[in-house]
């Protein structure tokens, strides 16, 4: 008989996005910098420093995609994303990942880091230094010296950590090249658990013969219209999916469907001054018996006046707000909240 440490899979990702620019000095000679020149097995050879592998990916003009064993990876011109679960190590990528960067995609220069994830459920089977975030923050401390943590949350039960750069007011940044805009972006992330068992047998290969069943079974490809989807079914269980719009936008959905650890995950960048409707779809496919949203946006983003709309929305459907805490970083606004169907 498995012991309970086999069985358990930690569905909860660390979540790393990274955007890149140049400093002052090399601005003129950023024109053809992007990250998508970094080479196929070079990212191959990052993510064995992860301890994950490519899957599958999809890719148009303005993003390359890819699917993992652990989550997902989005490469753009200049943000990088890094999506994984389980007992991945993505922080101990990033000192190879700057280099690769300098070498092949011509940035050099650090313009904001995201690192969040939320609290595990057993974060004694994580690998040093994921085990902890004030190891975590430790190693990040090390390569961002305009770094802080945060937790959003109550931290003795369902909480949410972040780090990222905020620097004093008077610390000379890093500039956008000439003639580049703050471009608009926002990021969305709904984090479910204690999923409804039926739903999540769906995600199973007794269930499904393959992804693209599970897929329209469960309704995700109605969540976001007109995106190319790649997705993968696991064997026995388990399911991830990317999708990218035409434009550039993604949204990937990874899911851990056993009944004593479900989880969900939800993330998407697509513009909208309002997530009303897409945060209701989430819930009506999946139905959490809890879940976490966090929204990022900056000024030139539609979703900036988002914390006003969700400030008055106390109750979604079944789900009643427990907390609510809004903060303002460097470039981003960010809105945390937890819902629950229960007292938790």
Known sequence: MASNEECFFEGVEKLLEIWFTTSDQAAGKSNGADLRKIPRNQLESLLKIVRCEIISSVRNDHVDAYVLSESSMFVSKRRFILKTCGSTTPLLCLERLLLLVEQYAGFNDVEDIFYSRKNYKRPELQVSPHSDFNQEVAL?????PEGA????????????FLYTLNPLPQTPAAVLPPGVQTEADQT??????DLDP??????????????AEATKKSGIDKIIPNM???????EPYGYSMNGVSKTGSYMTIHITPESEFSYVSFETNVPSGSYRETIGKVLDVFNPGKFTITVFA????????LPKELHFQSKIGDWN????????????DLTYLFYSKFPS
């Open 321 to 332: 707000r427990r907390e609510m805490q809004v903060c303002h970083f460097k470039n981003y």
């Open 228 to 234: 190319m989807i790649d997705d993968y079914l696991f």
């Open 188 to 193: 969305l992330e709904i984090l479910m658990t």
């Open 149 to 160: 943590a945060y937790c959003l949350g109550a931290v003795n039960r369902d909480c949410w």
């Open 140 to 144: 990040l401390d090390t390569m961002f």
């Open 198 to 211: 039926e739903i999540m047998c769906i995600f199973t290969k007794e269930e499904c013969l393959n992804a």
């Open 298 to 305: 900056n000024q030139a983003s539609q979703a900036r006046e």
